[in-house]
């Protein structure tokens, strides 16, 4: 795997290097972000510093090889090293946890870890061919299938599902599929898409109708996901001058030990004037808890059936452009269950020049102790440095 990494960088340079057009998009991006952890220590009690370090590099790339068809291969390079990846490399569990692609139905990734604290993880999320004609899309191998409409969860995303706190992985993972879109006439269209895996029973195959009825966006689908029947729906428009979204689904399980899950959000969203955007959304989760504690919100594992660990989680998001070059954001998360949690992520991000850009990024819990006193649990403070090119 990382002969191939150092091939396509090295390929890369080459054609970056070239000034005549070409019939390709090349891009990406390089980063350097510090990640402070700030705990308290599970011994003496008292607050503590853990700090690591975060590499990151993306290439993308996209080769048009007629007016129809689009070749594309994107490239994630990731070094990790500090306090927390030395602790941590150890585990099996830590590498693991990086490959979001372990599960497909190609190895395109690998990890390097050394002995001394260093993680190194290459993945091609992206590798596919694609078809686009004036009524039929074809799209085979590794791609995004974003079929989420809502803001913050997406319970009709049943093939990639992304983390909301996995904030410096933008582009989100990708599936290997094939999808066959349709469109049938001005706001109609029919898509199939079908993931494979390895393992059989873990496979995910739906198909998704997308239409337009009274100035509302709809679509509904209905499929499998791994061993589940899913049905769902969702709706984009508008009340008066606020945006309105929703998504639900529905997951169905023959086994008696396994219960069916209802995963439902909704989200109202309204832009002023003067440039500041806010939202306020509702999730329902029946696959989620009401008395674990506040550290299930960084360990649990995300999927269309459990977006959230809490049973009940309510969010809103603000964001406003201080000036051409600053722009700030706060989303909160509370959920009203017995640990009362309150997630906090503000975040500010400067743009230095036409390609760099400076970020400072927190995350915040708050959540009842043992004691039942209201405290200050968990900090990242976060802070990267990002140059596209």
């Known amino acids: 795997m990382y002969k191939w990494t150092f091939f396509l960088l090295f390929f890369a ?9 070409k019939p390709y998009v090349l891009d990406g991006y390089i980063s350097l972000m510090q990640q402070n952890l700030i705990f308290d220590h599970p011994l003496t009690g008292k607050k503590s510093l853990i700090t690591d370090n975060l590499l990151h590099h993306r290439l993308n790339f996209k080769y048009f090889l007629n007016e129809k068809w689009t070749f594309r291969a994107d490239l994630r390079n990731r070094m990790l090293w500090g306090e927390f990846t030395k602790l941590n490399t150890q585990s099996p569990l830590f590498a693991k946890a990086l490959d979001q692609s372990a599960n497909d139905a190609i190895t395109l990734s690998a990890s390097l870890t050394e002995k001394d ?3 190194v993880h290459s993945v091609l999320d992206r590798l596919f061919v694609e078809y686009s004609g004036e009524k039929w899309e074809i799209r085979l191998g590794r791609q995004r299938i974003n079929w989420g409409i809502n803001t913050i969860w997406n319970p009709n995303d049943i093939f990639n599902t992304a983390s909301f706190f996995d904030f410096d992985y933008v582009e989100q993972p990708g599936s290997d599929a094939l999808r066959v879109s349709r469109y049938i006439g001005l706001s109609d269209k029919i898509e199939l898409a079908v993931s494979p895996n390895k393992d059989f029973d873990k496979w995910t195959a739906a198909l998704l109708w997308k239409t337009h009825y009274k100035s509302y966006d709809w679509q509904f689908l209905s499929g499998w996901m791994e061993d589940e029947l899913v049905v769902g729906t969702g ?12 998504e639900i689904s529905g997951f169905l399980n023959d086994k008696t030990n396994v219960d069916n899950t209802l995963s439902a959000t909704t989200s109202i969203d309204y832009s002023f ?16 808890e009401t008395q674990i504690p506040f550290q299930e919100i960084f360990s649990f594992q995300v999927s269309p059936k459990n977006l959230y660990p809490y049973r009940w989680a309510i969010a809103t998001q603000f964001s406003f452009p201080f000036n051409p070059l600053l722009t700030g954001s706060l989303a909160v998360i509370y959920s009203p269950v017995k640990a009362q949690p309150l997630f906090l992520n503000p975040n ?9 850009e400076l970020s400072l990024i927190s995350q915040m819990i708050f959540s009842n102790d043992l004691a039942r006193k ?13 140059y596209h090119y």
């Open 117 to 119: 604290g260093i993680i």
């Open 235 to 246: 709706w984009a428009g508008s009340i008066k001058n606020l945006g309105f979204k929703g």
């Open 273 to 288: 004037k003067k440039g500041l955007y806010a939202s306020l959304g509702l999730l329902y989760n029946s696959h989620g």
């Open 13 to 21: 340079q080459v054609l970056i290097a070239q000034d005549q057009p």
């Open 374 to 386: 209201y405290r200050n649990n968990l900090d990242g403070v976060f802070v990267r440095l990002k």
């Open 348 to 356: 500010f991000t400067y743009n230095v020049s036409n390609n760099w």
